[in-house]
């Protein structure tokens, strides 16, 4: 850990810039999917604008619901190909430069991660004033595919902050990078909306672009570098000797490393970005179609959420951390019950309230993930804290692309007024899967004995 740094100004490191990516981010994705639905209306279906305008005028009527039926299962697909964009070449990325950053570190992983967003709404703010089929919209994911975007820069940021942190804050500093981006979720859903009213789609991703740019420039000019190389190893990035050391530290047997405690760690990690996937596929096509909500009251809502989220979030880890004293994984238990709990509330919801019922019982559903990452940070060596966080990227960068494919087709399928909604109980089902396995890795923490971590053994192949 480097102590050269004030402790004050560990939160003012990667943190500012994740909360302009996250108010980008939360700015235009209902955004996106809004305009998404309303080209395929128009542009593919041929609809009238007329009637495609009924879907934002009078949301609720039988009219509205009609030409939902018609036009969501298509959009759905769109925003499936996204997710393949958005998933399959980043998760290879994360294998490579995870591992890569441990040899010659964090910074340039966080700009690809921020220069391939920011590339990514410069596409979207030209081509929304194009009248064009909604399926060009994925040309803007480009950028992120081949540079990894969101997924590689958070992976990054995690490592950054496992070099910056000692076991025993690290997961305090791992929540509050959790609560800074649900900073920025929140004001994005709070001004992207009223962004969109008073200016257009256009002036949605302009704005993106402009904050994604300067976060870029923050990590350019104050974010110093926290692993020193004497090379810069840009032509080492696509060695397979990394992925080679990334496999041998997550599988090979070794003294003071527990293998089923980190693949434990990155099954949870990746069932929580499962439902989380999901659940963004579908929030708002199910809010609108289910309860007639517009793109303002659903935005209005999901700010809410962030807002009791957060909060939740960080009472949640004073009250149980630092007062009740409970390990990080009964903590995390804890959270997934809440996420559990809201998530039937969901698949009953036929009333608006219902909505703000699951936002109130989900409200610890935040912590889990956090705690979950400090677990993995702490049963893993500082020297291969990228290689394994990497891995646990990709998977979760990887599997949510089938999840979200699961969760439209599913959604597709069985549309409201279907009553209760399968869709949520899939939801139900991986909330129970990941509580089974914390109560695992919580008999496995409460048997273990420290036993000092044996490093790999030198490869002469290996880089240097």
């Not at 958070?154 to 496992?162: D, E, H, K, V």
């Not at 910056?164 to 500093?173: F, L, S, Y």
């Not at 962030?306 to 979030?313: A, P």
Request: proline share 5%; net charge neutral.
């Amino acid at each position: 850990m480097d102590r050269t740094i004030p402790e004050w100004r560990r939160y003012l490191l990667v943190q500012p810039p994740i909360v302009l990516l996250l108010l980008a981010l939360s700015m235009s994705g209902t955004i996106l999917t809004d305009l998404i639905v309303y080209r395929t209306c128009t542009t593919t279906l041929k609809i009238n604008k007329t009637e495609c305008l009924i879907l934002y005028n009078n949301s609720s009527s039988q009219e509205a619901l009609r030409i939902n039926s018609m036009v969501q299962p298509y959009a759905s697909l769109i925003v499936m190909g996204k997710s393949f964009l958005d998933s399959i070449s980043p998760s290879i990325l994360s294998l490579f430069l995870g591992p890569w950053s441990d040899k010659y570190g964090r910074k340039p992983v966080l700009l690809l991660g921020y220069i391939s967003t920011s590339l990514n709404y410069l596409l979207l703010s030209v081509m929304a004033n194009w009248d064009v089929v909604p399926w060009y919209f994925l040309i803007a994911d480009i950028p992120t595919a081949l540079l990894g975007g969101i997924s590689v820069l958070m992976l990054a940021s995690m490592c950054y902050i496992t070099d910056m942190t000692d076991d025993n804050e690290r997961a305090w500093h791992l929540a509050w990078l959790d609560a800074w981006v649900s900073l920025g979720v929140l004001i994005g859903l709070l001004s992207g909306p009223v962004i969109l009213d008073a200016y257009g789609y256009t002036a949605v991703f302009s704005v993106a672009t402009m904050l994604c740019t300067l976060a870029t420039l923050y990590i350019l000019f104050f974010v110093p570098e926290t692993v020193q190389s004497q090379t810069s190893g840009i032509r080492k990035v696509f060695d397979c000797t990394l992925v080679k050391d990334l496999i041998n530290a997550c599988v090979k047997k070794r003294d003071g490393f527990n293998r089923s405690l980190v693949w434990s760690c990155i099954a949870c990690l990746t069932f929580l970005l499962i439902v989380f996937e999901g659940n963004l596929a579908i929030g708002y096509l199910f809010a609108s179609a289910r309860l007639g909500w517009t793109v303002e009251k659903y935005s209005t809502y999901v700010a809410m959420d962030v807002v009791v989220g957060g909060l939740g979030m960080i009472s949640g880890i004073r009250l149980m951390r630092k007062y009740a004293g409970f390990p990080e994984a009964v903590v995390a238990i804890v959270s997934v019950t809440s996420s559990f709990g809201s998530a039937l509330v969901r698949a009953f919801t036929w009333q608006s309230w219902h909505m703000y019922l699951s936002m109130v019982l989900g409200m610890f559903g935040n912590i889990s993930r956090p705690m979950i990452r400090a677990i993995l940070s702490k049963v893993v060596p500082t020297q291969d804290t990228g290689k394994v966080f990497a891995l646990a990227m990709s998977l979760e960068t990887l599997l949510p692309f089938a999840a979200a494919s699961l969760y439209t087709f599913l959604y597709a399928h069985y549309m409201p007024p279907l009553y209760p909604l399968p869709v949520w109980f899939l939801s139900a089902l991986f909330y129970v899967i990941t509580i089974v396995i914390l109560i695992y890795m919580q008999i496995q923490m409460v048997k273990s004995i420290t036993v000092p971590f044996t490093p790999l053994a030198e490869d002469n192949d290996s880089i240097h």
